[in-house]
């Protein structure tokens, strides 16, 4: 099965402009993500970016970017645009869509995200642990969980806020695996009602009736969606240099 990682990048962030480029501890964002792909030695990495800055910035690295169109509405609608355009020659059985604002995912980590593929699912993703601060925090999607194993289940449904939850609830990893099939299944689908209700792109998978399923891993670092996450993340690269 031949896999490429694909990483979505655009500026234009709502809560977080210019969040790509942001440095942490030095180094860019997207630099950290793409660096982290490359070191997960799955296949080859892309960066599908929507301005010129992020483009020069990986091509300046000796890796490979594509520029998309800026009003592209998703990370999967920049993915699915960047694989079929003739132009670009993409390959792939498995495609991986790696978010560009996880710069403290662990290259082991992104490799777990193609288990459900290799189980028949169609559509693989991640979840960790739910942290008690994390339960009534909108900004961190939750999804529950039909374990078929100890380690992979399908995905049920998902939310961002509940009165009661319950053992079988995780924190959602925003990482997703496609066949060539499911992805382009999925990007010809129109936005479901649950999508669009609940501001979830799972559902329009969900409502189709294609099933996503879920690699668990613990202690999966989370994004960085905020300028406060930013601190967090920085905090976190200090001590891990200064332990090693």
């Not at 010129?52 to 645009?81: C, K, M, Q, W």
């Not at 694989?83 to 560009?100: A, P, R, S």
């Not at 374990?147 to 009165?163: H, P, Q, T």
Request: hydrophobic residues 40%; aromatic residues 6%.
């Amino acid at each position: 099965m031949k896999s490429i990682i694909i990483i979505p990048s655009r500026m234009d962030s709502a809560r977080f402009p210019g969040k790509p480029l942001v440095n942490i501890n030095g180094i860019p964002m997207i630099q950290r993500v793409w660096q982290q792909a490359i070191n997960s030695d799955i296949g080859d990495v892309i960066v599908a970016c929507s301005e010129i800055e992020v483009f020069n910035l990986i091509d300046s690295l000796g890796g490979r970017a594509i520029l998309t169109d800026p009003n592209l509405p998703s990370g999967t609608d920049r993915i699915y645009s960047a694989v079929t355009e003739k132009k670009n020659n993409i390959d792939f059985d498995c495609v991986i869509n790696l978010q560009g604002d996880m710069p403290l995912i662990k290259s082991d980590q992104i490799k777990k995200v193609i288990e459900p593929i290799k189980n028949n699912y169609s559509i693989g993703t991640l979840a960790t642990d739910l942290l008690e601060n994390e339960s009534l925090n909108p900004n961190v999607t939750k999804v529950v969980i039909d374990w078929k194993n100890d380690k992979i289940g399908k995905a049920k449904e998902f939310f961002r806020l509940r009165d009661k939850i319950d053992n079988n609830t995780f924190h959602h990893v925003g990482i997703y695996s496609y066949t060539k099939e499911s992805l382009f299944n999925f990007a010809k689908l129109p936005k479901s009602k649950n999508e669009i209700l609940l501001k979830l792109e799972q559902y329009r998978a969900i409502d189709a009736g294609i099933s996503i399923g879920v690699t668990f891993e613990k202690n999966i670092p989370p994004s960085i969606d905020t300028k406060e996450d930013l601190i967090t993340a920085e905090s976190i690269i200090r001590a891990n240099h200064e332990k090693n």
